[in-house]
C-alpha cells in the first residue's frame, strides 16, 4: 500500500478473482492481488474501489476485507453492527464508508493488524470516530497447521474476533 498507483486487491472468493482481474489487466498500473485458502461462503460483485454494505446497523461500522467477511458476520450475527465488504484496499472506497460509518469504526483484515488504518483515518479525517483494526497479531508466528489452528493463533478466529468486536463496542458506549 505504500507503492504510489499500486492496486491492492483481496478477493474473498474464489469467483472474485475472474472479475477482479479482467478489471486491473490492461489498466496500466501495477497490481498485488492477495489471495487466500480461506473463502467466504458466497462471492459477490466486486469492482476496484468499491466496498459493498452486506447489513446496515447502530453500534458500529466493520470493515470486512476479503476472505475475512464469513468470519466477520458469523462473530457479528447477534449484534447491531453495520457490515461494508471490501475486496479493493488500494483504491479504497472513501465515501462509503463516510456515508455507512457510525462513530465507531473496525476493521477485520486479514493481515497485519493496524494495516488498513491509514485509509481509515484519512478517510474519516476530522471526524469525531473511534477506530480499531483487529488482524494478524504483531508476534511471530512459529506454528503451521490448518487454516483454523492458524487463525487462532493469529487472532483473527471467530471467537476472538467477536470478544474484541464487543470490547471496543463496549468501550465504546462507556
Known amino acids: 500500500m505504500t507503492v504510489p498507483e499500486f492496486e491492492f486487491l483481496v478477493p474473498g ?3 472474485e478473482m475472474g472479475p477482479l482481474l479482467r478489471s486491473t489487466y490492461a489498466n496500466g498500473g501495477p497490481t498485488y492481488m ?7 461462503r458466497t462471492p459477490h460483485d466486486v469492482v476496484p474501489g468499491r466496498m459493498e454494505v452486506i447489513r446496515r446497523g447502530a453500534s458500529a461500522t466493520i470493515v470486512a476485507i476479503g476472505p475475512m467477511l464469513a468470519p466477520a458476520i458469523d462473530a457479528t450475527s447477534d ?4 457490515i461494508l465488504y471490501a475486496t479493493s484496499v488500494n483504491p479504497f472506497d472513501h465515501e462509503t464508508l463516510i ?4 462513530g465507531t469504526v473496525i476493521a477485520i483484515e486479514p493481515f497485519l493488524e493496524g494495516t488498513l488504518a491509514p485509509k481509515l483515518v484519512k478517510a474519516l479525517g476530522g471526524r469525531p470516530v473511534i477506530i480499531e483494526c483487529i488482524g494478524v497479531a504483531p508476534a511471530r508466528l512459529v506454528g503451521y497447521g490448518r487454516p483454523e489452528e492458524n487463525d487462532e493463533s493469529a487472532g483473527v478466529d471467530v471467537p476472538t474476533l467477536r470478544a474484541r468486536v464487543l470490547h471496543t463496542i463496549g468501550t465504546a458506549a462507556s
Not at 449484534?79 to 453495520?82: A, E, G, K, R, S
Not at 456515508?99 to 457510525?102: N, P
Open 13 to 15: 472468493h474464489a469467483d
Open 34 to 40: 492477495r489471495t487466500s485458502v480461506r473463502t467466504n
Open 99 to 102: 456515508r455507512e460509518s457510525t
Open 79 to 82: 449484534l447491531d453492527v453495520t
